[in-house]
DNA sequence: GACTCTATCCATACGCTGTAAGGACGTCAA
DNA sequence: TTGACGTCCTTACAGCGTATGGATAGAGTC
């Protein structure tokens, strides 16, 4: 900037907005991000944001942007289910490291340019892979919020409860529920569930789904 | 109430609270249930709400009750596919008539006893069709929010949009997005997607899971 | 009939949100 | 030197959920 204002702070840029949005979130919840916590963090007004943004929504496209361009190139030599579960776990190897962002991503209202580059790539593998322009749209649907590396979880069924505790709920919910107490109770025998790992499960329904478009294309 | 009040209201209840804010809801959208205008519409004040509920999560909690509550129970005298296709499009039938509801679900922390119970059925029939507590649990997962009758879509792909507009869009995203744009023009070309039917998406989807799951269970 | 108890409802206020409007100031080109 | 432009700030507004405390009315009890 100007030597001699030494401790004027660099000038900001759309850029560094959004990166120090995207650090905010990380560290202290997408609920966190407001126009004036955001400010404060960069040392400027809230107001002063809006140089840089045009308002909160893009702000947040912004973020959403920042986070899928992490989302590397996909390796297309191989076949295409090895291809497509690559981009899909690679996709989601990004949004776990920024857990906020898909519930942003859900309150978009039209994709940026990373995530249609992720909608390409996906819909590439599968039209090189042989799937007709149908089955490919099919696909798309099928696959869902997957595709992006993620699906939501309605509620935690692995949360750390002891066995004390899950005894004790089951009992509560068993008159009424009796298979959720069942599946409570299973969730901390040793050797039963235990735990719940949420990778396995996703990746358990991203084959199921990969071997049913197989077999579609194969019938069609 | 009082005879000689006529013109005083009948006075409020828990249950007509909620039956309010879901028609508001219904009309006019999620994002316009406010505890002020939800007593607007009632004719009381914002917070003479709090008297019959603890306070807008509570709401929120009791206008999905109210919804989930309207799904129609199973027939569980055919085989567990068919009872479990038939409970699912069971819950989707009455989300689509308050398609706010989705939403809502989704923030929620902790399932009702309407969601507990659609859980409990689900589970049930899977558990009476053969399967592992193991492999009901995988299902659970698998089917995720299909489970209660709908998916996330993450943004419109059947917009009605003409020819003319979807051209000049694919023109616009071609070089960057070759499949995308094939897509987008493919789904106004008469005889290829043509619209896209969500409900055929989403029971195409659905059957892929459940034929997947009929093979893992025999696999195991 | 007078008493208290309780349920219902209201008025006011606080801190938070996103952002419209308008002004101050430093930098740069003509 | 002047004018334009980019960056940032100040003030203000309407909306949100809700804490607090008070008004009113009906029921139950003496």
């Known amino acids: ?13 759309r850029q560094r907005v959004l990166e120090a949005a995207v650090e905010l979130a990380d560290r202290h919840g997408i609920e966190s991000v407001s126009m004036r916590r955001l400010g404060q963090e960069l040392g400027i007004e809230a107001m002063s944001l809006y140089t840089h943004v045009r308002n909160k929504d893009d702000l947040l496209d912004g973020m959403v942007e920042i986070v899928m361009s992490q989302v590397p190139a996909v390796d297309s030599r191989e076949g295409w289910k090895q291809a497509l579960r690559g981009a899909i776990l690679g ?66 069924d692995s949360p750390t409860l002891d066995a004390e505790t899950a005894r004790a709920m089951a009992e509560q919910l068993g008159p009424m ?9 299973g969730a901390t025998h040793d050797g039963g569930l235990g735990g719940c790992d949420t990778n396995f499960e996703f990746e358990l329904a991203l084959d199921v789904i990969l071997d049913g478009l197989e077999r579609l294309r194969q019938s069609a």
Not at 1 to 13: D, F, G, I, Q, S
Not at 177 to 185: K, Q, S, T
Request: zero cysteines; glycine letters at 10%.
């Open 177 to 185: 529920y009796p298979h959720v107490a069942e599946m409570a109770l």
């Open 1 to 13: 900037m100007k030597v001699e204002n030494a401790e004027r702070r660099e000038t900001l840029t």
């Open 91 to 156: 996709a989601r190897g990004v949004l776990l490291r920024h857990p906020w962002t898909t519930d942003v991503i859900e309150t978009r209202a039209t994709p940026g340019p990373a995530m249609l580059r992720q909608y390409d790539t996906v819909m590439g593998i599968l039209r090189g892979g042989g799937f007709s322009l149908d089955l490919t749209h099919h696909a798309i649907h099928m696959l869902g919020s997957r595709l992006l590396g993620f699906t939501r979880e309605l509620f935690d």
